[in-house]
């Protein structure tokens, strides 16, 4: 079934993450993520209010960045940022692993960082982990997969963007081994050549609920643009 302009809106998260960005790229950024309605418009936590106050009143939800992008701030930064954030309007939080530990072994730390992340999100926003695929193994993918799903993560995210970019294999791995219905899967730090077709490919063939790009609301042009004009 052909997906209407607002259901392809809904599956993309819109970000901001550069280090440049004034107080007015991010309100430029937060009001075209309004205009497109877009699931949700990220930036890095220290914008989470400018970005609640050009949002409120719409259904975009406000999306803040923790630990963004390299994950290996202290468990106790990340958990005050998260509830920072939350304060601050907050409603969609994705949480950067500390990838290094993971690849250690060090689960203890991972689970902790998974409850710690959704126990407080739980009833005021959805929580999204975001992996690194493009640092870990199809094993470790699949294994840290299984862990964020038992943990209860309402998003499992292959990537930050400001690395590699995640690959179908590796997507598949992730959509293959949720444990829990409730997880889903998100696609983000795809190539600047990144297309509308790709997209299409991602939602409707591969089990991918949300894809996060700064792209997003020339995406969604596009694709009113294509159900009104054709190719
Ligand atoms: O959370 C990560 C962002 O969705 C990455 O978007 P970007 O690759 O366009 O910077």
Redesign the pocket.
């Known amino acids: 079934m052909t997906l209407t302009v607002a259901e392809y809106a809904k599956h993309f998260?819109m970000?901001l993450?550069l280090q440049s960005s004034t107080e007015q790229d991010i309100r430029e950024h937060a009001r075209a993520a309004r205009e497109a309605n877009v699931a949700a418009c990220?930036t890095n936590s220290y914008w989470t209010p400018v970005v609640a106050e050009e949002l409120a009143g719409s259904d975009v939800r406000v999306g803040t960045?923790i630990s963004f992008p390299y994950g290996c701030t202290s468990t106790a930064m990340k958990f005050a940022e998260i509830e920072e954030g939350l304060e601050l309007g907050a409603t969609a939080v994705?949480m950067v692993l500390n990838i290094g530990e993971f690849r250690d072994g060090n689960d203890a730390l991972t689970v902790r960082e998974l409850d710690g992340l959704v126990e407080r999100c739980e009833g005021r926003a959805i929580s999204k982990l975001?992996f690194e695929v493009c640092y870990l193994t199809d094993e470790e993918i699949a294994r840290l997969t299984r862990l964020c799903s038992d943990a209860g993560i309402d998003y499992v995210k292959t990537s930050?963007?400001s690395q590699g970019f995640p690959t179908e294999a590796q997507v598949k791995i992730m959509r293959d081994n949720i444990t829990n219905p409730t997880t889903k899967l998100k696609v983000?730090?795809?190539p600047r050549t990144f297309t509308m077709p790709a997209s299409l490919w991602l939602i409707e063939k591969m089990g991918v609920s949300l894809i996060?790009?700064?792209?997003a609301a020339k995406l969604v042009a596009q694709y009113a643009d294509y159900l009104e004009n054709g190719i």
């Open positions: 998260d970000a993450h990220y960045a994705d975001i930050t963007g983000s730090g795809v996060g790009t700064r792209s």
